[in-house]
């Protein structure tokens, strides 16, 4: 079993950056499609971006492509998001999560193929 813990959220000015980590422990999750998704007041959670257990394909939402780079550490068992270009309607609690997809450039956006999930990091964007 492996458990998830985020970091790096905080209060930041529209237009600004920020870097969010997940660390893992319990396990290694070097061979796992990892994901981060967030979810808004009232809204339901949602896909931001994903990355294959080699690094090598992502994927990300087209409303943070171009903005949201994702990546990972393997050797640091750390998987980064990094927001730039911030905007009010990035708010939100960010979640990091490890997915079924084992040794696979496949990507995954809908929530069942996680199995494992953090506690959830906020992100506020002020205008």
């Known amino acids: 079993q492996v458990q998830l813990v985020e970091s790096g959220g905080g209060l930041v000015q529209a237009g600004g950056s920020l870097r969010l980590s997940c660390a893992a422990s319990?396990?290694?999750?070097?061979?796992?499609?990892m994901g981060w998704f967030r979810q808004a007041p009232g809204k339901e959670r949602e896909f931001v971006a994903a990355?294959?257990?080699?690094?090598?394909?992502?994927d990300y939402a087209d409303s943070v492509k171009g903005r949201f780079t994702i990546s990972r550490d393997n050797a640091k068992n750390t998987v980064y998001l990094q927001m730039n270009i911030l905007k009010p309607e990035d708010t939100a609690v960010y979640f990091c999560?490890?997915?079924?997809?084992?040794?696979?450039?496949?990507?995954?956006?809908?929530?069942?193929?996680?199995?494992?999930w953090g506690q959830g990091t906020q992100v506020t964007v002020s205008s």
């Open positions: 999560a490890e997915s079924t997809i084992y040794n696979s450039a496949c990507s995954a956006r809908e929530l069942d193929k996680y199995n494992y």
């Open positions: 990355i294959s257990w080699s690094g090598s394909s992502t």
């Open positions: 319990g396990r290694s999750f070097s061979s796992y499609t």
